[in-house]
């Protein structure tokens, strides 16, 4: 796509308008805004596309876009804590979220079929049963598994297991009281489960975790890169898994066609993390306790999305 002038720019949204309310044209106009934001983004300087930003957020177009009910909780969840369970409801197409969508206009449902087949949205919506499939193979090998999920979000993936029998211990560590609502509520019967209402920060400060878990996840690291704090993390939950224990991170992989149009149109600005970053943070692990680091790329993204994972387990 050549680059509009400044003046071309309103014609060219006025055209995507017009093409996104057309019955079955959402997915066509959706996939030019994404090439549209993606070659301004790269071929303006920064304080022009924030000028670019501020039309396209001014025009019609972006009324539009906020009749998908993916956009709309975006925006209205902005910087809330709830933010990416409520995010991954939808991609799951939760019943908890059945209202949100069935309840959008035409376009909106047209547009949110385009949307959640995006490739980070369609990553991080199989992220759900791929955590279930680790945590079958941990209760596998370990009956009576004690689990510990930093960063729970809802726990969808408790619905998903072969045999929530065989968990010893499930504990999820949430700072918001509303998502830790949200996950009890929505829980199978039978869960062995246990609540951590703290941050991180405070969880890398508590020794008394310390030896406790089969398995440790944190499936969407915060922050950026592989900066202090978050090695810290690593090395605190490392420290307590049990021997033979096995800790997961996960995180968004490197930038994906869509990045630009997130940022415009969903205030969503995801850490874009390198292997070379994962591999980092595994390194926070003592080498002496460490056993088998890996960094490896998810399944289930659509074009150009991935999620990184990486892998360590303690030493027995």
């Known amino acids: 796509m050549s680059l509009p002038d400044a003046g071309e720019l309103v014609p060219v949204l006025d055209e995507l308008v017009d093409m996104a309310w057309e019955p079955g044209w959402g997915p066509a106009a959706l996939a030019r805004l994404v090439q549209l934001c993606g070659t301004l983004k790269q071929s303006l300087p920064p304080a022009a ?18 009749e998908d009910p993916l956009i709309r909780a975006a925006q209205e969840m902005a910087g809330r804590p709830g933010l990416l369970p409520l995010l991954q409801d939808l991609l799951l197409r939760h019943e908890a979220v059945r209202d949100r ?4 206009s035409r376009a909106g449902r047209d547009l949110f079929e385009a949307t959640t087949a995006l490739g980070h949205f369609s990553a991080l919506r199989g992220q ?11 209760l596998e090998r370990h ?3 004690e689990i510990l999920s930093l960063g729970a979000g809802h726990l969808r993936e408790a619905a998903l297991l072969a045999e929530p029998g065989k968990l010893g211990r499930w504990v999820a560590q949430e700072a918001d009281n509303g998502v830790i609502a949200t996950l009890r509520k929505g829980l199978p019967p039978g869960i062995p489960l246990r609540s ?6 405070y969880f890398v400060r508590k020794p008394y975790l310390r030896g406790c878990f089969d398995l440790i996840l944190l499936p969407d690291l915060p922050g950026c890169g592989a900066a202090p704090w ?12 049990k021997p033979g224990g096995l800790l997961l991170l996960g995180s968004a992989g490197p930038a994906p066609p869509e990045a630009a149009w997130m940022e415009v149109f969903l205030g969503l600005r995801p850490c874009w993390r390198t292997a070379e970053e994962m591999s980092t943070l595994l390194a926070a692990a003592p080498e002496t306790e460490a056993w ?3 960094v490896f790329h998810g399944s289930g993204g659509g074009p150009g999305g991935q999620r990184l994972y990486a892998m360590v387990e303690r030493r027995r």
């Open 128 to 138: 759900t049963a791929f955590l279930a499939r680790v945590i079958d193979a941990v």
């Open 292 to 294: 088998r680091p890996r």
């Open 143 to 145: 009956p009576g598994a």
């Open 101 to 104: 969508i069935g309840q959008a």
């Open 49 to 66: 596309w924030q000028l670019a930003r501020a039309e396209m957020l001014g025009h019609p177009l972006h009324r539009l876009m906020q």
């Open 230 to 241: 978050l090695r810290e993390l690593v090395d605190s939950a490392f420290a307590a898994l």
């Open 196 to 201: 951590l209402r703290c941050n991180l920060s």
